[in-house]
DNA sequence: CATCAGGGCCCTG
DNA sequence: CAGGGCCCTGAT
């Protein structure tokens, strides 16, 4: 799909901001089919606003204390007035761009053991690049599977069922909507070899076309009534649950519950060690930033993630296994 | 070669 | 509320 129209404009985000720390998150592992792409300074992505589809462009626009994003939209019809302005608000839900983190950055400059991360990172945000839906699809193959095999699923899924976007001189890929799912029946999605996941994916899809989850009422609602509504869904649990609410709705307080690989990473980055007992990981983090916590490990996370891009990191590499 | 757990969840008893 | 089963892979 080309998309040769395009609009540009600029937005301005509160201050502190960090464009490189907002728009590339090292920790989430990229596929061969790749989803979006980044430099420093530069993003791009596909993005699905309903049933549109659109290529998106960031550039880091800022002047040192004053920043400001050069947003640049492409479609393969012509960008109306109206759409431009959606177009801001979704940009600025996804990115929080508008969020005041003055709070967290406090919180942050009392903590002697990590200052130097949230320092090194103020004004990164956490961002959902993706629809619940698209986040949804993507945690769904994480599920009992590692890091490797993720990749694979993921990629023979979008491969099959998603569609390639060119712009900008970019080759993208955006996952597919929900109604595509009644295209292709379960056992061809086995096929695919994503396993017992095919019935998950089925029915989940078949959710979203029913209208029996709205993305975007979820948005106004409370931490656990969204909950509620979120573990409704076939094959979504606690676990899925939670990292829905932090990265598509932005709760930072859901940090309760820490699975066994997420404890051994948690162990060396906080404590230097190998193995520290779940819950006192959880009550540790939960005293120091309270409602802040996940934002907070957040940080820490994506900074060890980047850490790796250059030095070796034993302990990490052991745990990732891709 | 066989066995097994994995970046959970559903279902049963 | 505990425990078995699930798809497929790579590790052992």
Do not use: C
């Not at 929080?96 to 919180?107: A, C, P, S, Y």
């Not at 629809?131 to 979008?158: C, G, H, K, P, W």
């Amino acid at each position: 799909m080309k998309l040769d129209r395009r609009k540009t404009f600029f937005v301005y985000p509160k201050p502190p901001f960090h464009f490189d720390g907002t728009f590339y998150k090292p920790s989430h592992f990229p596929n061969k089919l790749k989803l979006d792409d980044w430099e420093i300074g530069k993003y791009w992505q596909g993005l699905r606003l309903g049933k549109k589809l659109y290529g998106l462009k960031m550039e880091n626009a800022g002047l040192g204390l004053k920043p400001k994003l050069k947003v640049s939209v492409y479609s393969d019809k012509k960008i109306e007035a109206g759409e431009i302005e959606k177009l801001k608000k979704e940009i600025s839900w996804r990115f929080e761009l508008d969020i005041d983190l003055k709070e967290f950055n406090d919180l942050a400059k009392k903590d002697s053991q990590f200052y130097p991360v949230f320092k090194k990172w103020i004004g990164m945000r956490n961002a959902s690049q993706y629809t619940l839906y698209e986040l949804l699809i993507i945690a769904i193959v994480l599920q009992n599977a590692t890091a490797r095999r993720s990749q694979q699923m993921l990629d023979v899924l979008i491969g099959k069922l998603g569609t390639m976007v060119e712009f900008d001189k970019k080759e993208l890929w955006a996952i597919w909507l929900p109604e595509d799912m009644e295209r292709i029946s379960e056992q061809e999605l086995r096929d695919l070899k994503i396993g017992y996941r095919a019935k998950f994916i089925k029915r989940l899809s078949l959710d979203f076309t029913k209208d029996k989850i709205n993305e975007m009422n979820l948005r106004n609602l409370e931490k656990e009534s969204t909950n509620k509504e979120l573990v409704k869904l076939y094959g979504v649990g606690p676990e899925t649950a939670r990292i829905l609410l932090f990265e598509v709705y932005h709760h930072y307080d859901v940090f309760d519950h820490v699975a066994p690989w997420q404890q051994k990473i948690y162990s060396q980055l906080f404590y230097g060690k190998e193995l520290v007992s779940a819950n006192k990981i959880r009550d540790d983090i939960q005293k120091r930033y309270g409602k802040y916590s996940m934002l907070a490990v957040h940080y820490i996370w994506e900074d060890v993630f980047w850490r790796r891009k250059n030095e070796k990191i034993e302990w990490l590499e052991k745990e990732i296994r891709l």
